[in-house]
C-alpha cells in the first residue's frame, strides 16, 4: 500500500514486536485489527519525531510541553495554555505552522472584540455590484488566541464553534476553515479583572490544557546571549505538508485500542464523577479525547496499539481543566486540585495486565485479598 508519506510499506511490518499477549491487551482473535491499525504507522511516528525536534529547536519550553503540543495537533484536538506573558506560546503557533507549510494567525482577545472580528465579514464591492466575504483571522491553519478569557461571551461563543464544527457561518454562508486546524488558546492566570472566564461547557471543548512554564536557566541565558535579537524561526523550512499531516491524522485514527484499555478509561472517568473531592467528573467527551491523546502518544512512540502507560501520562493533561472540585479555597489552584484527583483516581484503579491464555487480567486488589483469605 503507497502512502501519502513517499513510501510504501507493508501491513505486516507494523505488526507489534512479538506475539499479541505482548501488547498487553485484547484478545487472541485481535491479530489482524492490530496489523491493519498498524499501516503507516513507521512514517507517521517519523513524521511526529521530526516536528517535534524541529520544534524543540527554536523553543525554550520543555520538550516534555513540545510533544504534548505535536500530540495534540496529531489527535485532531486544541490546546489551552494557562501561563504568564512572555514564555513564546505565540512562537510556539508560529513555528508549528511555518513547519507544516501552512499558515498562522494572532488574535488579541479584548472586550470589545465583535464575533464578525474573528469569522470575517462581507463587504460590499462596487466593481461587482454585490457582497465579497473578507475572511477573519480565524482562516488559517494554526491559530493563537491570546488570552481568550479576555473576550465576550458572543465572541469567545464564535471562537469555540469554529473549533468544534471547522467552519463559520456569515450572513446565512457557511464557509470552511482550512485543514488542518489547530487552535492554541491562552489564559493568563494572574490578571483576572475585566475578563470573562471560560465556563466549564466551553472548557470541555479543548482536548488538552497545560502550562509552558519558564525556561531552563541554560535555555534563557542563549537568549540573552543573542546580541541581534533575531527572530528564532528565521531559516526554519516545512518539515511536512499538509497532505501529510492529513495522512498523519488518519495514521492516528486508526491506532488500536483494546476493549479492555477502552474499560480502563471508562473506568477512570467514572471514579472521577464518584470523588469525594470532585463536584463534576469527566464528561464522555472527556473520555474520548483521552482515547484520542493515548492513541497519538502510542503514535508517537512508534506503536500501532495502545497501552495502559498512554493512558495513565494524557489524564492530566487531557482531564485537568474538566473537573470542577469541591475546594475552592484560596492556596492552590483548580488544576493542582484536579491533577491531584487524577492521580488519585490512577492509583485506585487496577490497570489491565498483559494477557495470559488469552485473557486479560486486572490487578484487582480486592480480589487478591479474597483469594489470599
Given at each position: 500500500?503507497?502512502?501519502?508519506?513517499?513510501?510504501?510499506?507493508?501491513?505486516?511490518?507494523?505488526?507489534?514486536?512479538?506475539?499479541?499477549?505482548?501488547?498487553?491487551?485484547?484478545?487472541?482473535?485481535?491479530?489482524?485489527?492490530?496489523?491493519?491499525?498498524?499501516?503507516?504507522?513507521?512514517?507517521?511516528?517519523?513524521?511526529?519525531?521530526?516536528?517535534?525536534?524541529?520544534?524543540?529547536?527554536?523553543?525554550?519550553?520543555?520538550?516534555?510541553?513540545?510533544?504534548?503540543?505535536?500530540?495534540?495537533?496529531?489527535?485532531?484536538?486544541?490546546?489551552?495554555?494557562?501561563?504568564?506573558?512572555?514564555?513564546?506560546?505565540?512562537?510556539?503557533?508560529?513555528?508549528?505552522?511555518?513547519?507544516?507549510?501552512?499558515?498562522?494567525?494572532?488574535?488579541?482577545?479584548?472586550?470589545?472584540?465583535?464575533?464578525?472580528?474573528?469569522?470575517?465579514?462581507?463587504?460590499?464591492?462596487?466593481?461587482?455590484?454585490?457582497?465579497?466575504?473578507?475572511?477573519?483571522?480565524?482562516?488559517?491553519?494554526?491559530?493563537?488566541?491570546?488570552?481568550?478569557?479576555?473576550?465576550?461571551?458572543?465572541?469567545?461563543?464564535?471562537?469555540?464553534?469554529?473549533?468544534?464544527?471547522?467552519?463559520?457561518?456569515?450572513?446565512?454562508?457557511?464557509?470552511?476553515?482550512?485543514?488542518?486546524?489547530?487552535?492554541?488558546?491562552?489564559?493568563?492566570?494572574?490578571?483576572?479583572?475585566?475578563?470573562?472566564?471560560?465556563?466549564?461547557?466551553?472548557?470541555?471543548?479543548?482536548?488538552?490544557?497545560?502550562?509552558?512554564?519558564?525556561?531552563?536557566?541554560?535555555?534563557?541565558?542563549?537568549?540573552?546571549?543573542?546580541?541581534?535579537?533575531?527572530?528564532?524561526?528565521?531559516?526554519?523550512?516545512?518539515?511536512?505538508?499538509?497532505?501529510?499531516?492529513?495522512?498523519?491524522?488518519?495514521?492516528?485514527?486508526?491506532?488500536?485500542?483494546?476493549?479492555?484499555?477502552?474499560?480502563?478509561?471508562?473506568?477512570l472517568a467514572h471514579a472521577t464523577r464518584g470523588h469525594p473531592n470532585a463536584r463534576y467528573g469527566v464528561s464522555p467527551r472527556g473520555s474520548l479525547n483521552l482515547?484520542?491523546?493515548?492513541?497519538?502518544?502510542?503514535?508517537?512512540?512508534?506503536?500501532?496499539?495502545?497501552?495502559?502507560?498512554?493512558?495513565?501520562?494524557?489524564?492530566?493533561?487531557?482531564?485537568?481543566?474538566?473537573?470542577?472540585?469541591?475546594?475552592?479555597?484560596?492556596?492552590?489552584?483548580?488544576?493542582?486540585?484536579?491533577?491531584?484527583?487524577?492521580?488519585?483516581?490512577?492509583?485506585?484503579?487496577?490497570?489491565?495486565?498483559?494477557?495470559?491464555?488469552?485473557?486479560?487480567?486486572?490487578?484487582?486488589?480486592?480480589?487478591?485479598?479474597?483469594?489470599?483469605?
Amino acid at each position: 500500500m503507497t502512502e501519502p508519506f513517499g513510501g510504501t510499506m507493508s501491513a505486516e511490518s507494523q505488526k507489534p514486536p512479538g506475539s499479541e499477549a505482548e501488547t498487553g491487551m485484547g484478545n487472541s482473535g485481535d491479530g489482524d485489527a492490530v496489523r491493519d491499525a498498524g499501516s503507516g504507522t513507521v512514517q507517521a511516528s517519523r513524521v511526529m519525531a521530526d516536528l517535534t525536534d524541529a520544534l524543540d529547536a527554536v523553543l525554550s519550553c520543555s520538550r516534555n510541553v513540545v510533544e504534548l503540543a505535536v500530540a495534540t495537533f496529531v489527535a485532531g484536538g486544541h490546546l489551552l495554555l494557562e501561563d504568564v506573558p512572555g514564555v513564546g506560546k505565540t512562537t510556539l503557533a508560529r513555528a508549528l505552522g511555518r513547519a507544516i507549510g501552512g499558515s498562522s494567525r494572532r488574535i488579541q482577545f479584548t472586550p470589545d472584540l465583535l464575533p464578525g472580528d474573528l469569522t470575517g465579514v462581507d463587504i460590499f464591492s462596487q466593481a461587482s455590484s454585490s457582497f465579497v466575504f473578507h475572511p477573519g483571522p480565524l482562516f488559517a491553519n494554526v491559530v493563537i488566541a491570546d488570552e481568550i478569557n479576555r473576550a465576550n461571551p458572543k465572541a469567545q461563543s464564535a471562537m469555540l464553534e469554529a473549533m468544534g464544527e471547522g467552519r463559520v457561518s456569515v450572513d446565512g454562508e457557511t464557509y470552511a476553515l482550512p485543514d488542518p486546524y489547530f487552535v492554541v488558546a491562552t489564559q493568563n492566570p494572574i490578571e483576572l479583572e475585566g475578563t470573562y472566564p471560560l465556563p466549564e461547557a466551553q472548557l470541555d471543548r479543548f482536548m488538552v490544557c497545560t502550562s509552558f512554564g519558564y525556561p531552563s536557566l541554560s535555555a534563557e541565558s542563549a537568549m540573552l546571549r543573542d546580541a541581534g535579537g533575531s527572530d528564532p524561526l528565521t531559516g526554519m523550512q516545512p518539515i511536512c505538508s499538509e497532505r501529510q499531516i492529513s495522512a498523519v491524522r488518519s495514521a492516528c485514527s486508526t491506532i488500536y485500542l483494546a476493549q479492555s484499555v477502552a474499560d480502563y478509561i471508562v473506568e477512570l472517568a467514572h471514579a472521577t464523577r464518584g470523588h469525594p473531592n470532585a463536584r463534576y467528573g469527566v464528561s464522555p467527551r472527556g473520555s474520548l479525547n483521552l482515547a484520542a491523546m493515548a492513541r497519538a502518544r502510542a503514535l508517537g512512540q512508534g506503536r500501532n496499539f495502545v497501552i495502559p502507560e498512554d493512558v495513565q501520562r494524557m489524564a492530566a493533561p487531557a482531564w485537568a481543566h474538566r473537573l470542577v472540585t469541591t475546594d475552592r479555597s484560596y492556596g492552590s489552584s483548580p488544576l493542582d486540585q484536579a491533577r491531584d484527583i487524577i492521580a488519585d483516581v490512577i492509583e485506585r484503579v487496577p490497570a489491565p495486565r498483559p494477557q495470559v491464555g488469552g485473557h486479560a487480567q486486572r490487578s484487582d486488589r480486592r480480589d487478591e485479598a479474597i483469594a489470599e483469605r
